[in-house]
Structures are given as structure tokens and as C-alpha cells.
């Protein structure tokens, strides 16, 4: 079956969408049937293994939520990664202690010293920046590290204080499979062109902004 032909029938089957309701047993069987084949065959033609660029971007949260995930799923197969954080410093998040239980598995770098409206020195942030864009090319370079979170560097390359073309150029630089993962608002067109594959969270509410909630240990950091 070819690769339109395969689209053809797994949108026929409602996969990628939502599924009908099946008020039919056997039919439903059929269906499922169907549906089971043409994702065998999606998987037999897709063998290609690469490193990947991953960007979570959007104003919604959970971006790097999402990035720590691919974290504890790497650490889970017993592999090194790395995590430097732009922006962000000052505090020593819930995440961070818990990864500690992984020893030299983890290396986590907070290079900021908080949120910009804190620090209020844009040459002090910009310099932070490229201090921490050294520290991640060194991980980006090293071939026993499997998976790379740049945190906030959206924002970073946002605010001017590193170019995307730099940044580009060193996920270039990576091993053929490590990964690489890009999270934080305003991520540019050139990054996101760039990349295997991009995320965007949406804000639909935040208990911050709508019910004066405070920021909550475990939920926000």
C-alpha cells in the first residue's frame, strides 16, 4: 500500500481525529481490524532512526514540563542528558532535586538569575546567555549525551540576546543521534523550520491570571 493510499484509509478509519461511535460489534471489529493493519504497515515503512529537534513553544504551560519528560523517558533507558537553563536561576526547582536520585546520568546547569522584569540588566542577561549557549554546546558536542534540553532559549533568541543562526549552527554540530530539545515562548520562524518537530501550548485558562492562585510547589516548580 502506498504512503497516500495508507493516509486514504487511516482517514477513512478517523485516526489522527476524533472516532465515531460503533453501535455495531462486528463492525466495530472490522474497524479495529482495519485500523491495526494499515498502523502496522506505517510502522514497518518507518526504520529511520535520527537526532531529533524538538521545540515546545506557545503561551499556554507545560513546555518544559513537556521537556522534562523526554528527560525522565531518556534517563529511563539508562542514557546521559544534559539540561541548561537560560533565563531561568535563583531557585532550585522541584525537578531539580528529584533528578538528583540519577547521579552522574544528569547534569543540570541554572544559568540566569531570573526572569528579565527581575534582573532588569539587559547586558548582565545577554552576557548569562551566551555564558549558558557555551556550557549547552558542550553537551551538544559530547557524543555520550543522548538528549539536550535548552530551557527558555525561545526566549533568549526572543529578546535578541542570541542569534537563531548561532544557535542552528551548534544544533548542527550534534551527534547523528542525539537529541535536542528547544522550549520557552516567541520561538522563531527559523528555529521552527529548523525542526523535526514543534509543539505549540495553548492558553486556554491559567488559575494564576483568572483566580489569583499563586505559584504552587509542584505545579509550577
Known sequence: MTNNNLDQAAAELGMGGKLAPETDDSGYRKRMERRQE??????????????????????GKGKTTAGLGLILRTLGHGERVAIVQFIK????????????AFGDQVSWHALGEGFTWETQDRQRDQQLVGEAWQTALGY????????????????????GYIEADTVIAGLRERPELCHVAVTGRGAPK????????????????????????????????
Do not use: C, S, Y
Not at 515503512?45 to 506557545?58: A, D, P, Q, S
Not at 536561576?89 to 538528583?100: K, M, Y
Open 38 to 59: 494499515v498502523q502496522r504497515q506505517r510502522v514497518e515503512e518507518r526504520n529511520k532512526e535520527k537526532g531529533l529537534i524538538l521545540v515546545f513553544t506557545g503561551q
Open 89 to 100: 536561576g535563583g531557585w532550585e526547582p522541584g525537578e531539580a532535586r528529584a533528578l538528583q
Open 140 to 159: 551538544l558536542r559530547d557524543g555520550n549525551v543522548k538528549l539536550v534540553l535548552l530551557d527558555e532559549l525561545n526566549v533568549a533568541l526572543k529578546l
Open 190 to 221: 527559523d528555529l521552527i523550520e529548523a525542526a523535526d518537530l514543534v509543539t505549540e501550548m495553548t492558553l486556554v485558562h491559567h488559575p494564576f491570571r483568572e483566580q489569583g492562585v499563586k505559584a504552587q510547589a509542584g505545579i509550577e516548580f
